[in-house]
């Protein structure tokens, strides 16, 4: 129990290193392999696989397994393929950035695929936790479940948002539905969600001096034990799993949207993306739970159901806008210096002075990008190689403000800082003046993102599927 218990505490730390990494790249931009967090993500990984490894070892050992039974332990081999699926997702990722550009959106093939392998070892950790007797541990394992569910919202609740954020609620709600049905499969403490919501709340609390200690920018803490709190009393209500379709997308915009606005970097979800946010968020737990459980004991005939929810996803059609925005440590490029900037912000409107260290000639603009935005305004040029400019945004947040300055293909550079809107701010930094990377489209890209994200859906369908008890013990 001690090695899993290991494994478990090593993944909540390398969870809490993907939240630093991500400030990082949000304050600072492009860092080096040998950064602080990314020694941190995979020492505390190496040692989650390895405390997960010398557990599987055990367990062969213990229960006197050969090679053909070990193999068929849906414990032992969800273990290889989660590891395994994570020891892909790096060099997958590297491959992806040499032969395609750099790609630094956290839904990109490579990185959505490491994010759902981390959670299939979540779930398998509580799985084995609750093989191994449960007790205690299993609030460390379904705490570390409920917190991998939330790594693909990472960038809205630290507000550097790359999408539209009528997708942040339901993200956030597809992912914790699917937390709650794998928890209560393993776990059947009538409270086991309010118990891991709890975890995850702490582990949030920790993270965030931290970070605020290092002088970064900070996630929110999410209003997670308020919806765990509603399902769980509903539970003990409705025993039907299927009523977390209904209840955690209900739950979540009533805990999330009136608290994101007051939340220090949470990405505020517009009143008028609220009810398309609602009903993305019921059709997404609604598909999740199917994957999970199957389809609810219902009177409707099967044709029926299928043509309500084909209705309601033509009915959501119009309202899927959601495009990506090149910010957020978009990759950055060839170094080529380093520019100064004042940044003025007064509410909405943004004014600066850049200083590029080296000459540039060609036309100058003043970019501003959040969510899929993209505002451009001119910058002018004044003597000894100062450029002044304003931009006003649309909407308050953390807006990522380029310089660029056009000259031949090779000769264009850009530079960025981030800047927050709705409030009043100075900034004075040197940031680094590049080469943007450049990204390769094309045959071998598309096959590549089908592959990847093949994979990766292959995986959680998978991983929502297993351990139910209408499944044989070969096929869990």
Same mark, same amino acid.
């Given at each position: 129990?001690?090695?899993?218990?290991?494994?478990?505490?090593?993944?909540?730390?390398?969870?809490?290193?993907?939240?630093?990494?991500?400030?990082?790249?949000?304050?600072?931009?492009?860092?080096?392999?040998?950064?602080?967090?990314?020694?941190?993500?995979?020492?505390?990984?190496?040692?989650?696989?390895?405390?997960?490894?010398?557990?599987?070892?055990?367990?062969?050992?213990?229960?006197?397994?050969?090679?053909?039974?070990?193999?068929?332990?849906?414990?032992?081999?969800?273990?290889?393929?989660?590891?395994?699926?994570?020891?892909?997702?790096?060099?997958?990722?590297?491959?992806?950035?040499?032969?395609?550009?750099?790609?630094?959106?956290?839904?990109?093939?490579?990185?959505?695929?490491?994010?759902?392998?981390?959670?299939?070892?979540?779930?398998?950790?509580?799985?084995?936790?609750?093989?191994?007797?449960?007790?205690?541990?299993?609030?460390?394992?379904?705490?570390?479940?409920?917190?991998?569910?939330?790594?693909?919202?990472?960038?809205?609740?630290?507000?550097?948002?790359?999408?539209?954020?009528?997708?942040?609620?339901?993200?956030?709600?597809?992912?914790?539905?699917?937390?709650?049905?794998?928890?209560?499969?393993?776990?059947?403490?009538?409270?086991?969600?309010?118990? *891991?919501?709890? &975890?995850?709340? %702490? @582990?949030?609390? +920790?993270?965030? $001096?931290? #970070?605020?200690? =290092?002088? /970064?920018? !900070?996630?929110?803490?999410?209003?997670?034990?308020?919806?765990?709190?509603?399902?769980?009393?509903?539970?003990?209500?409705?025993?039907?799993?299927?009523?977390? *379709?209904?209840? &955690?997308?209900? %739950? @979540?915009?009533? +805990?999330?949207? $009136?608290? #994101?606005?007051? =939340?220090? /970097?949470? !990405?505020?979800?517009?009143?008028?993306?609220?009810?398309?946010?609602?009903?993305?968020?019921?059709?997404?737990?609604?598909?999740?739970?199917?994957?999970?459980?199957?389809?609810?004991?219902?009177?409707?005939?099967?044709?029926?159901?299928?043509?309500?929810?084909?209705?309601?996803?033509?009915?959501?059609?119009?309202?899927?806008?959601?495009?990506?925005?090149?910010?957020?440590?978009?990759?950055?490029?060839?170094?080529?210096?380093?520019?100064?900037?004042?940044?003025?912000?007064?509410?909405?409107?943004?004014?600066?002075?850049?200083?590029?260290?080296?000459?540039?000639?060609?036309?100058?603009?003043?970019?501003?990008?959040?969510?899929?935005?993209?505002?451009?305004?001119?910058?002018?040029?004044?003597?000894?190689?100062?450029?002044?400019?304003?931009?006003?945004?649309?909407?308050?947040?953390?807006?990522?403000?380029?310089?660029?300055?056009?000259?031949?293909?090779?000769?264009?550079?850009?530079?960025?800082?981030?800047?927050?809107?709705?409030?009043?701010?100075?900034?004075?930094?040197?940031?680094?003046?590049?080469?943007?990377?450049?990204?390769?489209?094309?045959?071998?890209?598309?096959?590549?993102?089908?592959?990847?994200?093949?994979?990766?859906?292959?995986?959680?369908?998978?991983?929502?599927?297993?351990?139910?008890?209408?499944?044989?013990?070969?096929?869990?």
């Amino acid at each position: 129990m001690n090695r899993l218990i290991t494994a478990a505490a090593s993944g909540l730390l390398a969870l809490f290193s993907m939240y630093w990494d991500d400030s990082l790249h949000t304050d600072v931009g492009r860092d080096t392999f040998w950064s602080a967090p990314h020694a941190l993500l995979y020492g505390s990984l190496t040692v989650t696989l390895a405390a997960t490894a010398w557990w599987g070892v055990g367990r062969i050992r213990s229960q006197g397994l050969g090679l053909r039974e070990a193999a068929a332990d849906p414990l032992l081999r969800w273990a290889v393929i989660s590891a395994g699926s994570i020891g892909i997702s790096a060099p997958a990722d590297a491959a992806w950035h040499t032969t395609f550009g750099r790609d630094a959106v956290l839904w990109s093939p490579p990185h959505l695929l490491a994010i759902i392998a981390t959670f299939a070892l979540a779930v398998t950790l509580l799985r084995a936790i609750t093989a191994e007797g449960g007790g205690r541990p299993m609030v460390l394992g379904g705490g570390l479940v409920l917190a991998a569910s939330l790594a693909p919202v990472m960038e809205y609740e630290s507000d550097v948002p790359q999408f539209s954020a009528v997708w942040f609620l339901p993200a956030a709600a597809t992912g914790i539905t699917l937390a709650i049905a794998l928890i209560r499969r393993f776990d059947a403490h009538p409270w086991a969600v309010t118990r *891991a919501a709890l &975890v995850v709340t %702490a @582990v949030r609390l +920790a993270v965030i $001096p931290v #970070l605020a200690g =290092l002088g /970064h920018s !900070t996630p929110i803490v999410p209003p997670v034990l308020a919806v765990a709190l509603v399902a769980d009393l509903v539970r003990r209500w409705r025993t039907s799993p299927w009523w977390s *379709a209904l209840v &955690v997308p209900l %739950a @979540v915009h009533a +805990a999330y949207v $009136p608290l #994101l606005p007051v =939340l220090p /970097h949470g !990405t505020t979800v517009a009143a008028d993306q609220v009810v398309p946010s609602l009903l993305l968020s019921l059709a997404g737990s609604a598909l999740i739970m199917f994957a999970a459980e199957g389809l609810p004991h219902t009177r409707l005939p099967l044709v029926r159901t299928a043509g309500l929810t084909v209705a309601m996803l033509t009915l959501m059609l119009p309202l899927l806008s959601a495009g990506r925005a090149a910010a957020h440590d978009p990759g950055q490029g060839t170094d080529a210096g380093q520019a100064q900037w004042r940044a003025t912000v007064r509410g909405s409107t943004v004014d600066v002075t850049v200083t590029p260290e080296r000459s540039t000639s060609g036309r100058a603009t003043l970019v501003a990008r959040r969510a899929g935005e993209k505002l451009t305004a001119p910058l002018t040029p004044s003597r000894n190689g100062v450029y002044q400019g304003d931009i006003t945004v649309s909407e308050s947040g953390r807006w990522f403000v380029y310089a660029t300055f056009s000259g031949s293909r090779a000769s264009t550079t850009e530079t960025w800082i981030p800047v927050e809107t709705g409030s009043s701010q100075l900034l004075r930094e040197a940031r680094p003046l590049y080469v943007p990377a450049q990204q390769k489209d094309g045959a071998g890209r598309t096959a590549a993102t089908v592959a990847l994200y093949g994979l990766a859906a292959v995986i959680l369908l998978a991983i929502a599927r297993s351990g139910r008890r209408s499944s044989s013990p070969a096929a869990a």
